[in-house]
Nanobody, 117 residues
C-alpha cells in the first residue's frame, strides 16, 4: 500500500518561512520523480517544484529563488523549503510521486499553507 504523507503546513506571516515534508512508504522511493503541486481556492492545481531521482530540480517561475526542493532517499522523504512567503502562495500543497515514462503516480492528501498577516 503506497502512502505519501505531507506535514509542515500552517499559518505564517508574509515574509516568513515554512518547510514541508512528504514521507513515502510502499514504494522504492529513490526511483521516483518527486513533485510538489499546489491548488489555491478557485484555481487549477499547478506544479511548483520537481526533483528527479538524480537530484535535478525545476521550479515554477514565481517561486524561483524562494523555494527549494530536496530529497533524502535514505528517509524516503522529500522536502520543500519555502522562504519569503507571499499571500499568493496560500494553497493546499500536494506531494506527488511519478515514474515516467510509465503512468504510475501517487498523490498525498495535501497540507494547507496560509500566508496572511
Amino acid at each position: 500500500q503506497v502512502q505519501l504523507v505531507e506535514s509542515g503546513g500552517g499559518l505564517v506571516q508574509p515574509g516568513g518561512s515554512l518547510r514541508l515534508s512528504c514521507a513515502g512508504s510502499g514504494i522504492i522511493f529513490r526511483f521516483y520523480v518527486m513533485d510538489w503541486y499546489r491548488q489555491a481556492p478557485g484555481k487549477q492545481r499547478e506544479l511548483v517544484a520537481t526533483i528527479t531521482s538524480g537530484g535535478s530540480t525545476n521550479y515554477l517561475d514565481s517561486v524561483k529563488g524562494r523555494f527549494t526542493i530536496s530529497r533524502d532517499n535514505a528517509k524516503n522523504t522529500v522536502f520543500l523549503q519555502m522562504n519569503s512567503l507571499k499571500p499568493e502562495d496560500t494553497a493546499v500543497y500536494y506531494c506527488h510521486a511519478a515514474m515516467p515514462p510509465s503512468s504510475t503516480n501517487y498523490w498525498g492528501q495535501g497540507t494547507q499553507v496560509t500566508v496572511s498577516s
